[in-house]
């Protein structure tokens, strides 16, 4: 088994890094990471409809897409995030207490009575702190979970509490559990890097052939390569989401907009818009033109700071139209 420690915290880059072990190594890996403030979402969500998407912007929050199914996630410093690729072993897709029972073990020798509960998390007590997710291609898997050592939940619940109102999505939800951080249940806190440790030590003395394995410069060319073609594009994170109905409602000083969008493929095909406000031109013209326009601030932003748009909306300004559209 490899043992490899990330030392980059940029989420899109650790995403990356996933896949690429995936890949390109065909032996026992164990894997650890951490991410500087980030969302992450499950492969089948529809990006928007699991955040707050304003506090996220606010935040200037990377959120990325991951290969695995599941829920939306928060990620900091206070987070560790671990990763297993076992080929040749699909009869353990699913087998969450496989992959569970090392980070459990090593757990208890800090005195800490944590339990797999339900399908896919470990808790301390009645409260989460760690929850897991599995992808499987060519018989071999990734399963990969995360360990809240002393995570700020306060971002946690700010960043993944999106407006039910904003979006109705075909995507796949996010289950909130009450969360805790491991750091409450001990005497002592423990970072993460000290867990690593342990965990690396753990699995040396239970498994053969343990080694760490250091990341090449190869390695780091087909990752950012990875990153910058697909974890880092808009493309992945956010128009990969299933087609969702977008809604939003807002008043201002020259009067009321009401935004209806049908989105498909991260791409507008239907657009309704209502209100009170006053327009030189139809605001169907306006409609048939975000038509067809990827759903993204800065596609939108650089396809209306070209145009008139006070000429569908009176006096409104473009930050305050693209506010509207998100």
Request: charged share 25%.
């Amino acid at each position: 088994m490899k043992l490899i420690y990330l030392k980059t915290t940029e989420a899109y880059y650790n995403l990356a890094a996933e896949e690429y072990f995936f890949t390109i190594l065909n032996e026992p890996v164990f894997m650890f990471w951490q991410n500087s403030d980030s969302i992450i979402v499950g492969k089948n969500q529809n990006t928007l409809s699991q955040i707050n998407y304003d506090a996220v912007r606010n935040g200037n929050i990377p959120v990325v897409r991951r290969l695995s199914g599941g829920g939306a996630v928060f990620h900091d410093m206070g987070n560790l995030n671990y990763t297993y690729i076992i080929p040749d072993r699909s009869d353990l897709y699913l087998d969450f207490k496989f992959f569970s029972e090392p980070i459990i073990s090593v757990l208890k020798t800090l005195g800490i009575n944590a339990v797999l509960s339900g399908r896919n998390d470990i808790y301390i007590a009645d409260k989460k702190i760690s929850g897991n997710a599995q992808y499987i291609k060519d018989n071999k898997i990734l399963h990969h979970g995360t360990l809240l050592f002393q995570t700020n939940l306060n971002k946690l619940e700010q960043y993944l509490q999106p407006d039910p109102e904003k979006i109705q999505s075909k995507g796949i939800d996010s289950i909130r559990n009450a969360v805790t951080n491991i750091n409450e249940h001990v005497k002592t806190n423990i970072s993460p890097i000290k867990f690593k440790d342990l965990m690396f030590g753990y699995l040396a003395q239970n498994y053969n052939g343990v080694e760490i394995y250091e990341v090449k410069k190869d390695d780091e060319t087909g990752i950012r390569g990875l990153r910058d073609y697909k974890y880092g594009t808009w493309e992945w994170n956010y128009g990969y989401s299933p087609k969702y109905s977008f809604h939003k409602k807002l008043r201002f000083g020259f009067g009321q907009v009401e935004i209806n969008l049908d989105i498909v493929s991260g791409e507008i095909k239907k657009a309704k818009i209502y209100g009170d406000f006053f327009a030189l031109r139809d605001v169907e013209d306006f409609e048939n033109i975000i038509i067809g326009c990827k759903h993204s601030p800065i596609e939108l932003k650089n396809l209306l700071e070209n145009m008139d748009y006070t000429q569908f909306f009176a006096a409104i300004t473009l930050e305050q139209l693209i506010e509207c559209l998100f």
